[in-house]
T-cell receptor, first 114, second 113 residues
Framework: SQELEQSPQSLIVQEGKNLTINCTSS?????LYWYKQKYGEGLIFLMM?????EEKSHEKITAKLDEKKQQSSLHITASQPSHAGIYLC??????????????FGQGTTLQVKP | KAGVTQTPRYLIKTRGQQVTLSCSPI?????VSWYQQTPGQGLQFLFE???????NKGNFPGRFSGRQFSNSRSEMNVSTLELGDSALYLC????????????FGPGTRLTVL
């Protein structure tokens, strides 16, 4: 079965520093989603990537999907306390048809020190 | 557009009871998926409904069931609650296309005592 591995599991950075979170799949990805979650709350959609080599940016967050479509990275530039939270990558399951079944990585907890 | 809403936000039940959670999708969205999130297992897919039909189901016991109404609102039911059912239950809605983005609600925190 397909699995998503996120690294690191947790991260503490000083405000203003850059950081990268990785998401690696055991199989080819057919739609990779990045979400952010505040503890105990719902997931906030950040970005979706589908094509190998694709890169998307929103404000200070950039997400990339590698050419082989097995690894994605999320990069935050000049981190701020508002970036703190849990970052989750999710992926469509090949062969699950036109359904909403996603698998998720275990999450990366980010703390930003002022 | 209003986002995905879930009620109630918090719930405390005792073992053996049953519980019903509700989810209202974004207007126009026909697909509703349910997920369970626990510290040990992370986010796990429960099931997905589209046009009142269950299209996919995760690996959960039959005590977990759901349904969807003609207005796309969905309910999830858990019978004979166990301590291990304590979790954050999230629903997500999307338009219905294969690559449509899933938008999540705030979740229902269920505590089983």
């Amino acid at each position: 079965s397909q699995e998503l591995e996120q690294s690191p599991q947790s991260l503490i950075v000083q405000e203003g520093k850059n950081l990268t979170i990785n998401c690696t799949s055991s199989k080819t990805l057919y739609g990779l989603y990045w979400y952010k979650q505040k503890y105990g709350e719902g997931l906030i959609f950040l970005m979706m990537l589908q094509k190998g080599g694709e890169e998307k940016s929103h404000e200070k967050i950039t997400a990339k999907l590698d050419e082989k479509k097995q690894q994605s990275s999320l990069h935050i530039t000049a981190s701020q306390p508002s970036h703190a939270g849990i970052y989750l990558c999710g992926a469509d399951i090949p062969g699950s048809g036109n359904t909403g079944k996603l698998i998720f990585g275990q999450g990366t907890t980010l703390q930003v020190k002022p | 557009k209003a986002g995905v809403t879930q009620t109630p936000r918090y719930l405390i039940k005792t073992r053996g009871q049953q519980v019903t959670l509700s989810c209202s999708p974004i207007s126009g969205h026909r697909s509703v998926s349910w997920y369970q999130q626990t510290p040990g297992q992370g986010l796990q897919f429960l099931f997905e409904y589209f046009s009142e039909t269950q299209r996919n189901k995760g690996n959960f016991p039959g005590r977990f069931s759901g349904r969807q109404f003609s207005n796309s609102r969905s309910e999830m039911n858990v019978s004979t609650l166990e301590l291990g059912d304590s979790a954050l239950y999230l629903c997500a809605s999307r338009g219905g296309g294969r690559t449509d983005t899933q938008y999540f609600g705030p979740g229902t925190r269920l505590t089983v005592l």
